[in-house]
């Protein structure tokens, strides 16, 4: 990959030096390989289940929490502090606070 930058090293306008992201098509053919995610589904629930052989209790662990997230979303983490009195509501929501970041 070529990255145009101009005379002080600065990349050059709509070369930023990143990668296009992941290849076009790719989830779709993702989707259809798994029947929307019927086949990844059905497997983590034959691993939580203990069905395949030599799955230990902490893969099986691992598999529930797959599922429990892809179902039900991960828990909304709070933390309550208090600050000069008052007490604040920090929500974090994960993200690094780039506004650039979509």
């Known amino acids: 990959m070529v990255t145009e930058r101009d005379e002080r090293g600065r990349f050059v306008a709509g070369h930023a030096g990143k990668s296009p992201g992941r290849p076009k098509g790719l989830a779709e053919r993702c989707r259809c390989a798994t029947r929307d995610g019927v086949d990844a589904v059905e497997f983590y629930l034959d691993v ?17 929490d797959w599922l429990i997230v892809r179902g039900w979303g991960r828990a909304q983490q709070q933390v309550d502090v208090t600050s000069g009195g008052k007490i604040l509501r ?3 929501d994960g993200s690094d606070g780039d506004e650039n970041d979509h």
């Open 48 to 64: 939580a289940n203990g069905k395949l052989p030599r799955v230990t209790i902490d893969q099986r662990m691992q598999a529930w």
């Open 90 to 92: 920090i929500v974090i």
